[in-house]
């Protein structure tokens, strides 16, 4: 990686402002030029030129709602790139994205830990699962919610398609962990963001960057009937 600038980011658990490596690696910064979504009035964020995505939590609401067990930005040896990453990759994103998190713990911790999640539920594959799936592309590593975080900053690649392509079929209007998540539900006679149904599956729609709102739980209900 080139060399980067140094800079303070101001981290909970810490004692004050320590030094850190500030910059982003040229494949970070790549056509960091697309202006930023604006939310609808059903509360989605809209990418210019992207209809078909339709995410409702940014980067910063995944990670300080409480995700992936505090461990997805921790240091990895990556078998696609061949390469070691470590702090360079969480010093990336904007610091305020981070602010009142202790990183150690909830960002970049070694050790998965479910209390940290929102649902305080387990979920997800390992890292060495998805590139024998061939799901991780070299340019993000670490996989879709870090293409997710340099998406939301602007730049664009040509992973995009396929990127969004894996959260629709997820997330979006006919996703595969949305409509689960809503059949239980309705099976259940419950409300929508009633946690008790299906923490899991909760826990995984929030790492693609999506809750179930009132709205999207009515609108399937009734086709539902």
Not at 108 to 136: F, P, T
Request: charged fraction near 25%.
């Amino acid at each position: 990686m080139p060399k980067r600038a140094l800079s303070t980011l101001k981290t909970a658990g810490g004692s004050g402002s320590k030094k850190v490596k500030q910059g982003v690696s040229t494949t970070a910064q790549a056509d960091r030029t697309a202006p930023p979504p604006q939310r609808n009035a059903r509360g989605q964020l809209e990418f210019e030129g992207f209809p078909m995505f339709r995410p409702n939590r940014t980067p910063a609401q995944v990670l300080q709602a409480g995700s992936f067990g505090g461990t997805y930005f921790r240091p990895i040896y990556s078998s696609v790139t061949g390469e070691k990453y470590g702090a360079s990759v969480w010093q990336e994103l904007p610091d305020h994205w981070l602010t009142g998190l202790n990183v150690k713990t909830q960002v970049a911790s070694s050790i998965y830990d479910a209390q940290v999640n929102k649902y305080k539920a387990k979920c997800g594959g390992s890292l060495e699962m998805w590139e024998s799936s061939g799901w991780i592309k070299a340019q993000d590593p670490y996989g879709w919610f870090q293409w997710y975080c340099r998406f939301y900053q602007g730049r664009r690649t040509e992973d995009d398609e396929r990127q969004i392509s894996r959260w629709s079929n997820c997330a979006g209007e006919k996703g595969r962990w949305k409509n689960n998540l809503i059949t239980k539900v309705v099976k259940a006679g419950a409300k929508f963001d009633n946690p008790v149904i299906s923490p899991v599956v909760r826990q995984t729609l929030l790492h693609w960057a999506y809750e179930l709102t009132e709205e999207d739980f009515i609108r399937r209900k009734k086709q539902l009937k």
